[in-house]
Every structure is written in C-alpha cells, then in structure tokens.
C-alpha cells in the first residue's frame, strides 16, 4: 500500500459549503451481476465508465448508509481539464452526493450543481502512478460529518485492473471461496478474497486484526450488485468471523502474501 497516501483534516458538521476536511481508505469489491448505465462503455459499473479518459484516479463508496445508487454525471469545471464526477444516492429525505474531480481542478458547489447540505467530508487519494490524485468530497443530507466516516472507509478503486498493472503486479483472478465451507483462504496484496453467497447484502464480519485486511461489504448498489470480501492491507494473517444476517456462520483464517 505504499502507493496511497492520505491527508485527514478533523471538521465539525456544518452548513457552509465551503469548509472543508480530507481523509480516505481504499478497498476492493467484485463485481457480480451487471445492468446498462447511461455510460458509454457499458460496463455496468458507472465509476468504471467514468474512468475511462480520466487523468485522475476514480473511486467508488460501497458503504452508503443504506441509501441506493439514483444517479452519475460528468460535469465540467474548467475548459481543458478533466471533468468532475457528481454520484447521488438517496431514500426519503436523506442524500448523500459523492464529488470527485483532479485535486489541481477548482469547482465551485454551484458548477457541480449542489444545493444545501447538513455536512461534507473531503478526501484526497494518491493512488497508483498511473493516477493522478483525486479530491473526493461526501456531501450529506440527514447526517453529521461523523455518521458519513463510513462512506469514506468503504471507498474502492473502480478500475483495480488497471490499478494491478500499474503497481508492477500481474492482474490475478480474485480468490473466491463459499464461507460456509472453505475456512482458509491465502491471497496476495494485489489480490482480493470474495465470499461467495446467497444474499450479499446481509453479510458482515469481524475481523481480528484489521490493519491486515478489512473486510468489504457486499449488496445491491443501483446499478450492479457485489459479493462481500476482504481486502489485503498488509502481509500477516487474521481470523475473520462470518455473519449472515447476524447469525454466526464461520471463522475463516485469511493469509497475506506478497
């Protein structure tokens, strides 16, 4: 992980949109079943289209609180650079608005067409080289700065791929294993563990020592559903115990290689 680099500025929840803090995480996911965005690659996954074309980096919160994936636009800030991304999720009154544009492109909450907010937290990620750095803001509506830390902790790289290839690594298929029935799994750091279930929205887990690997919730995000997993973080091993709607099912030993 010596490719990311994080900035976090502590912010109270507030309603001017200009205060603004930075932290980040980032994660990874399988992709399980597919439906047709408004993208032009088609790929399923809108954070994928969008990065095709993009200098910067683009990631993808799997954690939004329970609200579901409504919409994804490109929306210009400056002529000549890269666009900015505008996601929306939403149930009731409750939003939240991810934004993510090239940490050197200024965009004002007008030009991303942003109305009012309870509070935002801002992100800037350093991904691989091929990458330049991303400003990642999370707008919410109905929660305070701290209820949206989750979000930030949940985001993913939407083109791992590309990401593998620029780290040096082979791309390598992901390590998918049945909880129920395969209670060890050894994986590479450029690698990611898939549980592969029934419902993948309902599972959880505890992990023993997260500073190995975190785990990745699974479920129905709009466009595209995935399956939980584990995330590598560093070499080492934990115990992960498996929970399928709160019901214990497994403890599965997860082992970090290079």
Not at 155 to 168: C, E, F, V, Y
């Amino acid at each position: 992980m010596s490719d990311l680099k994080i900035d976090t500025v502590p912010e109270k929840p507030c309603n001017n949109p200009h205060m603004r803090r930075r932290i980040g995480l980032i994660a990874a996911a399988l992709v399980i079943t597919t439906i047709p965005t408004a993208f032009a690659m088609g790929s399923g996954n809108p954070y994928v289209d969008a990065q095709t074309g993009l200098q910067y980096g683009v990631y993808e919160p799997t954690n939004t609180l329970g609200l579901p994936f409504t919409s994804i636009n490109l929306t210009s800030c400056k002529l000549g650079e890269d666009d900015a991304i505008v996601a929306n999720y939403a149930k009731g009154a409750k939003k939240i608005i991810v934004t993510e544009r090239m940490t050197t492109t200024a965009c004002s909450t007008k030009q991303l067409g942003l109305g009012k907010f309870m509070s935002v937290v801002h992100v800037r990620v350093t991904p691989a080289k091929i990458f330049k750095p991303v400003a990642i803001d999370i707008y919410g509506v109905g929660f305070t700065a701290a209820q949206l830390a989750p979000v930030t902790q949940s985001l993913l790289p939407a083109d791992r791929m590309t990401l593998g290839i620029a780290s040096g690594g082979s791309v390598l298929p992901p390590i998918m294993i049945k909880p129920q029935n395969n209670f060890a799994a050894s994986v590479r750091l450029s690698n990611v563990v898939v549980f592969v279930v029934t419902d993948p929205a309902t599972w959880s887990a505890k992990v023993a020592n997260p500073s190995i690997a975190t785990f990745v919730p699974g479920g129905n995000h709009g466009t595209y559903v995935t399956n939980p997993g584990m995330q590598p973080l560093r070499v080492g091993s934990t115990k992960v115990q498996l929970f399928d709607a709160g019901k214990y099912i497994s403890t599965v030993t997860i082992t970090v290689t290079k």
